[in-house]
């Protein structure tokens, strides 16, 4: 008689090593995604940069889940690889994909936290031992590869220049997916005599607030009348920007600060005609895009990931060196985008039902690698 037993699914190990909400969302859509594997995860929370990127590995040490054997570990940027594969011994040989949101390389430097480079040793450290290293954006991966060849220059001797091409050639780009829930169809036509701005971003300087303050002011000053929402995750300290911002246009407010039922933001994302991006550093740029796929505008610059998916015709031109002309230009471009109708772009080759299947194939052919190796 045939053999009926169901095969066994194989058994990965997620960990995510600061779990910010974007991260959660990532690994609870991937593993929803994927029902043909066995997973488990652990997480730790997404507060003391410092200890999370370099003390993960000692805080899991103990942990029962990494007494088990896994088919494959799956482990986000902040993890310590080669440190788990160390303390463990019986996982060093088991298969690793290293999911890269961000990279420590490409991090603004006046945030004053990677006065050390242990953060991106750690990155690099990880990238070498991974079997493949995906990225959220080509950015992403760009700029990473250009980071550890730049600190390889510094570096005084014993630098294996070869593995360079060894992470290029393992590296992919796989983006965190957007909901399939968020494409709809807008029920109401855009505004766009007096359209509703989102910007929806963390309420950080590198967010770039001063830069949609200045844009505010220059659509003011021009005679655009505008409606605006400010919203995202926001902080015990902030930027005075966004108290600028509020005090001098806070008669054009429809939502200020945090949304905490998804619920009610992802109305907003249906609401709103164009959201906008001033951002010095963002990898990837979900916020963009959960907005493009709920119908809206997008306004973002010409630089980090922006123009991998925001069509040119919504691109201002990069100033990083002047605020004021950046805004003039941002403001230019709105105004052009308003008067020729141009018309939203659904991303819709960043939504889960286009997605899973590669984040499926790069599981299954991982897996198929090592079992013939």
């Known amino acids: 008689m045939p053999d009926k037993t169901p095969a066994r699914k194989p058994r990965i190990l997620l ?19 994927q029902p043909n594997f066995d997973w488990q995860t652990l997480t730790l929370p997404a507060r003391f940069f410092r200890w999370r990127i370099r003390g993960n ?3 899991w040490l103990n942990e029962p889940l990494m007494q088990q054997r896994w088919d494959l570990l799956l482990v986000t940027s902040m993890v310590d690889l080669v440190s788990i ?25 006046s945030q004053g936290q990677h006065a ?11 990238a070498l031992a991974a079997d493949v290293v995906l990225f959220n954006s080509d950015w992403n991966r760009r700029s990473f590869l250009e980071g550890v060849a730049q600190l390889y220059r510094k570096l005084p001797d014993g630098v294996p220049m070869e593995t360079l091409g060894q992470l290029a050639e393992k590296s992919q780009v796989l983006p965190v997916p957007i909901e399939d829930r968020l494409f709809v169809d807008r029920t109401e036509p855009l505004n766009r005599t007096c359209p509703h701005l989102l910007w929806n971003h963390r309420w950080e300087y590198d967010k770039g607030p001063d830069r949609l303050f200045a844009l505010l002011d220059e659509l003011d000053s021009r005679g655009q009348d505008f409606r605006l929402s400010v919203v995202g995750q926001t902080f015990r300290q902030q930027p005075e920007a966004f108290d600028a911002i509020r005090q001098r246009h806070g008669r054009r407010l429809e939502h200020w600060g945090f949304l905490p039922q998804r ?23 979900l916020s963009m895009l959960e907005a493009m796929a709920s119908g809206c505008l997008a306004l973002a610059p010409d630089r980090l990931a922006y123009p991998e998916y925001v069509p040119s015709s919504q691109l201002y031109p990069s100033v990083t060196d002047d605020a004021q002309a950046e805004a003039r230009g941002a403001a230019d471009r709105l105004t052009a985008m308003l008067n020729q109708s141009v018309e939203p772009l659904e991303p819709l080759e960043w939504g889960m039902g286009r997605l899973a299947a590669a984040y499926e194939n790069i599981l299954i052919t991982t897996l198929e690698k090592h079992r013939v190796c």
């Open 15 to 33: 960990l995510s090593a600061y779990d910010a909400d974007s991260h959660r969302r990532w690994r609870e859509q991937l593993v929803d995604s």
């Open 57 to 59: 590995a000692l805080t």
């Open 263 to 285: 619920s009610d933001y992802d109305k907003l994302l249906q609401q709103a005609d164009v959201v906008i991006s001033t951002a010095l550093h963002d990898f990837q740029g």
């Open 85 to 109: 594969r160390g303390l463990h011994p019986h996982l060093a040989a088991t298969p690793a994909v290293l999911y890269m949101h961000e990279n420590q390389f490409a991090y603004p430097e």
């Open 116 to 126: 050390s480079v242990d953060p991106q040793m750690v990155n690099l450290y990880s």
